[in-house]
C-alpha cells in the first residue's frame, strides 16, 4: 500500500515532486468543496447521543484500538502530541494526549464528535487518509486551513481482513516537534490493530504467520493469511498482501493449494508438537516463505483420518481410505454456527475407524453443551489435549478462549497466581498492574487442567471453591470476579487411589467427573497405519515415502509406551533421514528407537497378521565388530545406487554444513542425540 509522506518536511525547504502533487490534488479537492483557506475551523459535534451511537457502533474498534493507543502514547508522552481515533466516516471517536495540547486542539475542533473528513476540514492527515485509504503525513501549512497550521499529522488508515474501512489511527502535534519516525510508530500501531482485529475475527480458524526471514515470524513484518478447512483463503493482513504483490480481492479467489501448493491436513499434522519448526513452502513464483501456524482447533492434529462426505481436511494422496462413516453420523457431525451455514467439526476430525476412540466420540457427542465436565484420562502422549480443544471447538463456545493449564508444569509455589491471578503488589515480583489469573482469562469459554492430578492439595480446595461458586478472587484483592466457563481435566493418573492415599480431593473429582473418559493407548488402536500416513505426509507433502514391510511389522509390534507423541518424533527424523527415498527403512530410524526395539524384542509374541506379509527379520546378537547396528538391518531393504548408511552420513554432513557445524543445532533439527552424530561421523571418517 503506498505511503504517501516520500520526505520528511523541514522548514521552508521544497516540497519533494510526488509529495507535492499529493498536497495540491487535496487542496483542489478541498477548493471544489466550497472550502475557505481562512475561515475558522467551525465547531460542528455531534450531540452527546449522537456520538454514544457513533462509540456503540464502533465498540469493537475501540476495544482493539484502546490498548494500543495506550502504548503508543507511552511513545510520545510530553512531547506536546495526541493519538486520535476516528470511524471510517473520519468522526473523532476517542482523543488521549498531553493535557496542554488537548486544550490547543480543541480550540481548532480537533475533539471528540468532531468530523475531521476532507468536506469538513479540507486537506488534513486524517480526511486525506480517508480519500487516499493510504497512511498520511501533512505538515504545518500543507493543511487546507490556516487556522490548522500549527499542527503536524501522521495517519494511518485500519482495514479489516476483507479491506473494508474501519477508521483511521493519527498522531496529531506542534508542527515545530515534527519528528520523522512518527509515522513508522503509527503504521505500526494500526497493523497491530489490523492484526487484533483479524485474530479476533478468525480465532477458530488455521492462522497462518509469514516471512521470506524467519525471524521476522512473530513480528509486526509477518504477513498473516487465514486459510478455511477447505483450503479456501479468507482474509489477509496488509503485510501478506504487500509480500504477496495482491490485492485482498486476488487473495480470496486463490487456494492454499493453488498460492502454496500444500493443503490444511499438512499443515496441522506439521504443527502437532509444540516448538515445531516452520515450514518451507514456495509461490508460484518460486520465491520461498518461511510459514508458521497458529490454530485453536484441533490442536496437533495427527491422529485424523477421515474420509466421511463432511469431512474436508482428509489427507490427498492417501493410499487406502479410512473406514467409512456411516451417513447418519456423518450428518451428525455437521456443526452450525451462528448463521447456520455447516462448519468443520472438531469431533468428527479425530474419527480414524478405530473402535475404542469412536465409542468414546460418541459419548461426547451426546453430553456436548449440556453443562456436564469431562475428565479425560489416558497415558502420557495419548491425545488429551487434543480431545479437548476438538470438544471446545464443536461447543457453543467455540469462538471465545480456550485456555489450557498444565497442572504438572507450573512451580507450585507460582500455580495459585497462575489460575486465580492477582492485584498488584500481591507478592514480590508481581506485575505493576496485575494479572487476570487463567480462569478469568477462559472466561465465556473452556478451561483445560491437564494433568490435574499433579495439583497440589491444597490448591485444589481452592479450585473446587471457584468451581461451585463460579467466581474468582484474585491474590491480595477482597473483590470476587464472575466466571463462566466449561471445565475438562485430564490425567495419566489414577485418581481413585490418590483419594484412597489423601493426595487428591474426593469432592474435587466428583465435580471434575461428570463423565470419564479413557483415550486408548496407541497399542491398544486399530488405526496406526492411517495415523502414519498422517504423519509422512505432513513431514514430506511433496514425495509422501511409505514404510517397509519390516519397519510396517516392527511399529505393529512395539508397545510404543510414548504413544502417538513418540511415534511422531520417530517418523519425523525417518521422514529426514530417507530424504528422496520412497521407502522408510530401518536405517532410517535413530539409534535409540532401535536399541529399544532390541531390549524388549526377545519378549513381543508377533500377533496374529490381517493379511500375508514379509516376516520381520529376528535380531541377532551383533558380533563384536564397530559397526553401526542400523545398517545391519538395512541388509533386506532395496539396493540402491549408493548405501543407505553413506545417505544418512551425507544427511548429517549436510545438515551440520547448513547450521555452521553446530552438533545441538544439527541433532535438534534431525531428531537424533548428540552422541549418535558424533558416533556416526566417526565411524564413517
Known sequence: MPTIETEAPGGAAPLAPPRQAFIERSHQRSEALGLKRHEKSGFDPLVRSDLNLARERNQRLYTHAAPVMQLL????????????????????????????????????????????????????????????????????????????????????????????????????????????????????????????????????????????????IGTLLEGILVVSPEGRLLGANRAALDQLGMSGAELRVRSLSSLFGTTPAAIYDHFRMPLSPPMQLSLPTGQTLFVSARFDWPSRPVVAGLHAATDTVDMPGAREPAPAVPAADAVADVALDATGAQRFSGLQYLRTGDPQLETVIQKVKRVLDRGIPLLVLGETGTGKELLARAVHHDSNRARQPFVAVNCASIPESLIEAELFGYEEGAFTGARRK???????????????????????????????????????TPLGSTKSIAVDIAVIGATHRNLREMIAAQTFREDLYYRLNGLALRLPALRERTDIEAIVRRILQAERPQDTPELSPQVLAMFRRYQWPGNIRQLANVLRTAAVMSAGERLVTTAHLSDDFLEDIQRVVGVLTPPPAPAPMPAWPAYEAAPALPAPPPVAFATAEPATARTLGQAEIDMIRNTLDAVGGNISLASKQLGISRNTIYRKLRWNT
Not at 75 to 97: F, K, P, R
Not at 439 to 453: H, K, R, S
Request: net charge negative; aromatic share 8%; glycine share 10%.
Open 434 to 472: 496485575g494479572a487476570p489469573g487463567r480462569l478469568v482469562q477462559a472466561n465465556g469459554g473452556t478451561l483445560f487442567l491437564d494433568e490435574i492430578g499433579d495439583m497440589p492439595l491444597p490448591l485444589q480446595a481452592r479450585l473446587l471453591r471457584a468451581l461451585q461458586e463460579r467466581s474468582v
Open 73 to 216: 502514547y507511552e511513545q510520545i508522552v510530553n512531547t506536546e502530541s495526541m493519538i486520535v481515533l476516528t470511524d471510517a466516516q473520519g468522526t473523532i471517536l476517542h482523543a488521549v494526549g498531553d493535557d496542554s495540547f488537548l486544550a490547543r486542539a480543541h480550540r481548532v475542533a480537533l475533539a471528540p464528535g468532531e468530523n475531521w473528513a476532507e468536506h469538513a476540514k479540507g486537506t488534513n492527515a486524517i480526511g486525506t487518509a480517508l480519500f487516499e485509504e493510504a497512511p498520511t503525513l501533512v505538515h504545518g501549512g500543507e493543511h487546507f486551513m490556516h487556522a490548522n497550521s500549527f499542527l503536524t499529522c501522521s495517519a494511518s488508515p485500519i482495514f479489516d481482513p476483507r479491506g473494508n474501512m474501519l477508521g483511521v489511527l493519527d498522531v496529531t502535534g506542534d508542527h515545530r516537534g515534527y519528528h520523522q519516525h512518527t509515522m513508522g510508530l503509527v503504521r505500526m500501531s494500526a497493523r497491530m490493530i489490523e492484526n487484533h482485529w483479524l485474530s479476533d475475527d478468525y480465532n477458530n480458524r488455521l492462522r497462518l504467520h509469514f516471512h521470506t526471514r524467519p525471524e521476522f
